[in-house]
């Protein structure tokens, strides 16, 4: 569990949540797309360019293979803090808590950032496996974005992915219970805050725990149904290389008074040393790149100077596009 040293001062560390439009209770308007649909690639599109965001059915992950992972990450959360302090700081991979990234960001949130190859808190072949078979399912959604839009080359961005070079990375949260939440009247408590991924594309699987919201067009924060299946979002990656047509969609998570979440995300990023700009194959005649090229290093390391709710794609957008 996340414990402060002193319970009286939770306002001071963790803000809560304040919005401009009234959100919605629950919103049933999230796409769900079945993998093995005919019309697959064509409702991908759709959903990616309405909202960033849908949820993937019939994605082909075994379910004892996500349940393995899920138990091992839920063991690891429930040790006690001075053990899992042993598997940290998170630099770049390792066990933290409360702070998000080095800028002040705070939520009411633990965190693993793993990858194969390093910090064995938790199985490596739990870890391993899993990785695997979301790999296989980004590959697989990769390439029908592409096809989707029209690309010729449909593993334009699947073969980035699957690079060796490939900037990867697991990321496990939990976002425990806390009877503190209680004594703010009500109030919703930031467990992370509104961001867009950086990368490419994300699998998110959570635990069947509200929490997750999303920034919908018109500015409005829904919440997402809890669901046991994946949910896939565009990163700001793949908004640069469409140059725009899919959004790198923004989303936050609240706490939960009466149950936990864990979730689980695959976050696809190209090498280090790709370089990122809109694809020529999707500019129209005349169209102009709304974005100025850089290399997936630079944006990285821009990405990680920026608080979490910075427009992070603002500094590379042309001076004409500027004003979002």
């Not at 049933?28 to 360019?49: H, M």
């Not at 940290?88 to 991979?93: L, R």
């Not at 929490?211 to 997402?224: A, F, P």
């Amino acid at each position: 569990m996340v414990v402060l040293s002193k319970p009286a001062p939770l306002h001071d560390h963790y803000a809560s949540i304040k919005t401009c439009k009234p959100r919605i209770s629950v919103f049933k308007g999230i796409p769900s797309i079945n993998l093995r649909d005919p019309k697959a690639k064509t409702l991908i599109i759709q959903a990616c360019q309405e909202f960033g965001f849908f949820k993937l059915l019939n994605h082909g992950v075994p379910m004892e293979t996500i349940a393995r992972l899920e138990a091992e990450a839920l063991s690891f959360f429930n040790l006690p803090r001075s053990v899992k302090d042993k598997a940290g700081p998170p630099n770049p991979f390792g066990y933290g808590t409360k702070g998000i990234g080095p800028n002040g960001d705070v939520g009411w949130i633990e965190y693993l950032l793993i990858n194969t190859d390093q910090n064995p808190a938790i199985s490596r072949s739990a870890v391993k496996d899993y990785v695997m078979e979301v790999k296989a399912v980004a590959y697989e959604v990769a390439e029908l974005m592409a096809e989707g839009l029209g690309i010729e080359r449909r593993d334009v961005w699947s073969k980035m992915l699957r690079e060796e070079e490939s900037d990867w990375c697991l990321r496990l949260n939990h976002y425990p219970i806390s009877q503190d939440l209680q004594a703010l009247s009500g109030r919703k408590m930031i467990g992370f805050g509104e961001h867009t991924d950086p990368q490419i594309i994300s699998l998110l699987k959570s635990n069947n725990t509200s929490g997750l919201q999303i920034c919908l067009k018109d500015g409005t924060w829904v919440s997402v149904p809890p669901d046991h299946t994946s949910f896939v979002t565009v990163g700001d990656a793949l908004q640069v290389m469409t140059n725009g047509r899919l959004k790198s969609v923004r989303h936050r998570v609240m706490t939960n008074s009466l149950k936990p979440r864990i979730s689980m995300i695959y976050f696809g990023g190209p090498p280090l040393s790709e370089t990122i700009r809109p694809l020529p194959s999707l500019m129209a005649k005349g169209e102009e790149s709304l974005y100025n090229e850089f290399t997936w290093r630079e944006y990285k390391a821009s990405a990680y100077k920026s608080r979490l709710g910075d427009y992070r794609l603002g500094l590379f957008e042309k001076a004409s596009t500027t004003g979002h």
